[in-house]
């Protein structure tokens, strides 16, 4: 029985909560990162505002800070030396209108701005005692000021823990002098591409082989994610070798979590099924396409996931099932943009299995790109979403909506 896509779905859920459960219980479950490395960083827990935003009452144009009761009285007024932004200003005089620039701080007694182009003269000159300028009468009071903590109040709320930091959050913290942020750590990945037929790019082909894109194409897939790549490398296609290198890695880096790609269908030589079945793992074969073959479990305390060897299996077991566990247990990344959209031309796939194709989204339609065949790299590189068929109809027709996940 081929086990459903929801159902191994659960179970790669539950590997990586448990793997997470496990680094929170080892007190591993919070790290400080310079603001400036924290982009795309989840918070820890909630961080409270050391200060007002804004820490004093401001003025939000160039013009003249007044007395609001005084506009009532009368309209001409004393020119006072003038506040520049990032000096401290004195009392408001009586009688005086004082020339402010944006940003700059309010003087005591001054309750609202009148813009320098509402003025006579409305531009500003050199301060010379004696000056005087005409402004508006009954100036209301708080026009054009930035009162004290009307943005944020000190010793409130910043940001919840479990917030996404990206580039509005970063400002905000950086706004409140906040310089380190405590953080989630991000889930520590060891990656190994298995088969003596791959070659590392850059290396020389022998006969019968081909160029690794797995260890590349998963490890930036695994960093799009918010994961850290500890270490990722090829593994000759021997059970032996696959063991020690395994256990080598697993004592050195100390990996939350293990992703192997190839080694685990039916063939002669599936080195992963080889080295790990009768443990902890479990392999099994899921209703989907591509991405058939699939595995789960522990090795010791270690989680570990094995995918499929040919790349767009691959990379389409991480988009199925890893990626949205690590939404859900950790908050990062985001889930895709999951749309309905007509396709752009029929597709046909077979009876009882999900079949997830490559696509192409203009805004209008999806038009599929290639063929179903977890080979086609090319077709992988064209496109921008991957279709979801599941079960139920062998051929959809031009027109009909689909399911898209956006890539």
Same mark, same amino acid.
């Given at each position: 029985?081929? !086990?459903?896509?929801?159902?191994? !779905?659960?179970?790669?859920?539950?590997?990586?909560?448990?793997?997470?459960? !496990?680094?929170?219980?080892?007190?591993?479950?919070?790290?400080?990162?310079?603001?400036?490395?924290?982009?795309?960083?989840?918070?820890?827990?909630?961080?409270?505002?050391?200060?007002?935003?804004?820490?004093?009452?401001?003025?939000?144009?160039?013009?003249?800070?007044?007395?609001?009761?005084?506009?009532?009285?009368?309209?001409?007024?004393?020119?006072?030396?003038?506040?520049?932004?990032?000096?401290?200003?004195?009392?408001?005089?009586?009688?005086?209108?004082?020339?402010?620039?944006?940003?700059?701080?309010?003087?005591?007694?001054?309750?609202?701005?009148?813009?320098?182009?509402?003025?006579?003269?409305?531009?500003?000159?050199?301060?010379?005692?004696? !000056?005087?300028?005409?402004?508006?009468?009954?100036?209301?009071?708080?026009?054009?000021?930035?009162?004290?903590?009307?943005?944020?109040?000190?010793?409130?709320?910043?940001?919840?823990?479990?917030?996404?930091?990206?580039?509005?959050?970063?400002?905000?913290?950086?706004?409140?002098?906040?310089?380190?942020?405590?953080?989630?750590?991000?889930?520590?990945?060891?990656?190994?591409?298995?088969?003596?037929?791959?070659?590392?790019?850059?290396?020389?082909?022998?006969?019968?082989?081909?160029?690794?894109?797995?260890?590349?194409?998963?490890?930036?897939?695994?960093?799009?994610?918010?994961?850290?790549?500890?270490?990722?490398?090829?593994?000759?296609?021997?059970?032996?070798?696959?063991?020690?290198?395994?256990?080598?890695?697993?004592?050195?880096?100390?990996?939350?979590?293990?992703?192997?790609?190839?080694?685990?269908?039916?063939?002669?030589?599936?080195?992963?099924?080889?080295?790990?079945?009768?443990?902890?793992?479990?392999?099994?074969?899921?209703?989907?396409?591509?991405?058939?073959?699939?595995?789960?479990?522990?090795?010791?305390?270690?989680?570990?996931?094995?995918?499929?060897?040919?790349?767009?299996?691959?990379?389409?077991?991480?988009?199925?099932?890893?990626?949205?566990?690590?939404?859900?247990?950790?908050?990062?990344?985001?889930?895709?943009?999951?749309?309905?959209?007509?396709?752009?031309?029929?597709?046909?796939?077979?009876?009882?299995?999900?079949?997830?194709?490559?696509?192409?989204?203009?805004?209008?339609?999806?038009?599929?790109?290639?063929?179903?065949?977890?080979?086609?790299?090319?077709?992988?590189?064209?496109?921008?979403?991957?279709?979801?068929?599941?079960?139920?109809?062998?051929?959809?027709?031009?027109?009909?909506?689909?399911?898209?996940?956006?890539?």
């Amino acid at each position: 029985m081929r !086990r459903a896509v929801s159902e191994h !779905r659960q179970q790669v859920l539950d590997l990586v909560r448990s793997a997470w459960q !496990r680094r929170l219980a080892e007190g591993r479950g919070e790290e400080a990162v310079p603001l400036a490395g924290a982009l795309h960083r989840v918070l820890a827990r909630d961080l409270t505002a050391p200060v007002s935003l804004p820490p004093f009452a401001n003025s939000q144009m160039d013009g003249y800070a007044v007395s609001s009761r005084a506009t009532a009285a009368g309209t001409v007024f004393a020119v006072a030396p003038p506040v520049p932004a990032g000096r401290a200003a004195g009392p408001l005089p009586p009688g005086c209108a004082v020339p402010v620039m944006t940003g700059a701080m309010l003087p005591a007694g001054a309750d609202a701005v009148v813009p320098v182009e509402q003025a006579v003269p409305d531009t500003f000159a050199p301060f010379e005692p004696g !000056r005087t300028v005409v402004l508006p009468a009954n100036v209301p009071a708080g026009q054009y000021v930035r009162a004290a903590g009307s943005d944020i109040a000190a010793g409130t709320c910043a940001l919840p823990a479990g917030a996404m930091l990206k580039a509005g959050q970063l400002g905000l913290l950086a706004a409140l002098g906040i310089a380190e942020v405590p953080v989630r750590p991000r889930l520590r990945v060891l990656l190994l591409s298995t088969g003596d037929e791959v070659v590392a790019p850059g290396g020389t082909l022998g006969p019968g082989q081909i160029y690794d894109a797995n260890t590349t194409l998963l490890s930036a897939a695994l960093a799009e994610a918010g994961c850290d790549v500890a270490s990722a490398r090829i593994v000759a296609d021997a059970p032996e070798a696959f063991t020690r290198a395994l256990a080598e890695d697993v004592e050195r880096l100390a990996p939350d979590l293990v992703v192997s790609s190839g080694g685990i269908s039916k063939g002669a030589f599936e080195v992963v099924k080889q080295a790990l079945a009768g443990g902890g793992v479990d392999f099994a074969s899921v209703a989907m396409q591509p991405g058939g073959p699939q595995a789960a479990g522990t090795v010791g305390e270690t989680a570990f996931l094995g995918f499929p060897g040919n790349p767009v299996s691959s990379l389409v077991s991480f988009e199925m099932f890893l990626r949205p566990a690590l939404s859900s247990v950790l908050a990062v990344p985001a889930p895709r943009t999951v749309l309905q959209v007509p396709l752009a031309a029929p597709v046909e796939s077979p009876a009882g299995i999900h079949q997830v194709r490559r696509g192409r989204y203009d805004g209008a339609a999806v038009m599929p790109v290639g063929g179903p065949g977890s080979h086609l790299v090319h077709a992988l590189a064209r496109s921008n979403a991957l279709i979801q068929l599941p079960p139920g109809a062998a051929r959809r027709e031009a027109g009909e909506n689909v399911e898209v996940w956006l890539i």
